[in-house]
T-cell receptor
């Protein structure tokens, strides 16, 4: 079945540091890929998405590129802020026959940014 | 446009009871998916409804059920509650109900505690 693997956390950075959170996936067919973010006590917010190979999703300074050859979708940000502290989830949805409405998530990476 | 709403936000039940959670999708969205989030298992897909039909179901026991109404609002029900059912239950809606690349928008969740 489909699966998503994220780098283990937690990740602790100083403000203005560079962020990378690794994400790799296993899926049949041509999945669409997403990054979601969850702030304490809230639901998930879509951060960015990519629907085909070599697409780059970007939002709020975050970027991720769909790399089919390495089955990866790493999240990056050039300069993090304290307000970026949250849990980040990589996810995919597949075009396969049993995939209606089913996002498959990674385990989540806790990011803490210190001033 | 209003986001996805879930009621109630918090719920405390005892073992053996049953519970019903409600989800109102974004206006115009016809697909509703449900997820269970726990510290141990992460985010797991429960089921998806589109136009009042369940199109996909995750690997959960039959105690977990759901339905969707003609206005796209959805409910999920858990019967004979167990301690392990304590979790954050998240509902997500999407517009087209297609499998490919269609992002899901999440509600704030219902925090269920089973005592």
């Amino acid at each position: 079945g489909d699966s998503v693997t994220q780098m283990e956390g937690p990740v602790t950075l100083s403000e203005e540091a560079f962020l990378t959170i690794n994400c790799t996936y296993t899926a049949t067919g041509y999945p669409s890929l997403f990054w979601y973010v969850q702030y304490p006590g809230e639901g998930l917010q879509l951060l960015l998405k990519a629907t085909k190979a070599d697409d780059k999703g970007s939002n709020k300074g975050f970027e991720a590129t769909y790399r089919k050859e390495t089955t990866s979708f790493h999240l990056e940000k050039g300069s993090v802020q304290v307000s970026d502290s949250a849990v980040y989830f990589c996810a995919l949805i597949n075009a396969g026959g049993t995939s209606y409405g089913k996002l498959t998530f990674g385990q989540g990476t806790i990011l803490t940014v210190h001033p | 446009k209003a986001g996805v709403t879930q009621t109630p936000r918090y719920l405390i039940k005892t073992r053996g009871q049953q519970v019903t959670l409600s989800c109102s999708p974004i206006s115009g969205h016809r697909s509703v998916s449900w997820y269970q989030q726990t510290p141990g298992q992460g985010l797991q897909f429960l089921f998806e409804y589109f136009s009042e039909t369940q199109r996909n179901k995750g690997n959960f026991p039959g105690r977990f059920s759901g339905r969707q109404f003609s206005n796209s609002r959805s409910e999920m029900n858990v019967s004979t509650l167990e301690l392990g059912d304590s979790a954050l239950y998240l509902c997500a809606s999407s517009s087209l109900g297609t499998r490919e690349g269609n992002e899901q928008f999440f509600g704030p969740g219902t925090r269920l505690t089973v005592l």
